[in-house]
Nanobody, 118 residues
Framework: QVLLLESGGGLVQAGGSLRLSCTAS????????MAWFRQAPGKEREFVAF????????DYADSVKGRFTVSRDNAKNTVYLQMNNLKPEDTAVYYC???????????WGQGTQVTVSS
């Protein structure tokens, strides 16, 4: 069982920045692929960013490429999402996701709210 806790959300003006953190307990994150998803009101949860176990491979949704950066510090059991040049359409609850290689089991955090005002 992996327990994930997101933090760092808040209210920011358009053009501003936030850094989200996802800290794990119960298991070391170094064996898990990690991802960020988000869900806006009335919309389905959507993929935002992915990072491989060692951090050497990342992937992003087209809507955030060039603005968001995902990283991880396995020594701290933490994954980060640096969000720059935020837009009102980035407003959503952001969730951290963990999945072990060859597994179909997903672990989710409780989410952190990001609100971008225009």
């Amino acid at each position: 069982q992996v327990l994930l806790l997101e933090s760092g959300g808040g209210l920011v003006q358009a053009g501003g920045s936030l850094r989200l953190s996802c800290t794990a307990s119960g298991r070391t994150l170094s064996s898990y692929y990690m991802a960020w998803f988000r869900q806006a009101p009335g919309k389905e949860r959507e993929f935002v960013a992915f990072i491989s176990t060692g951090g050497g491979t990342t992937d992003y949704a087209d809507s955030v490429k060039g603005r968001f950066t995902v990283s991880r510090d396995n020594a701290k059991n933490t994954v980060y999402l640096q969000m720059n040049n935020l837009k009102p359409e980035d407003t959503a609850v952001y969730y951290c996701n963990a999945r072990m290689l060859l597994s179909t089991v997903d672990f989710w955090g409780q989410g952190t709210q990001v609100t971008v005002s225009s």
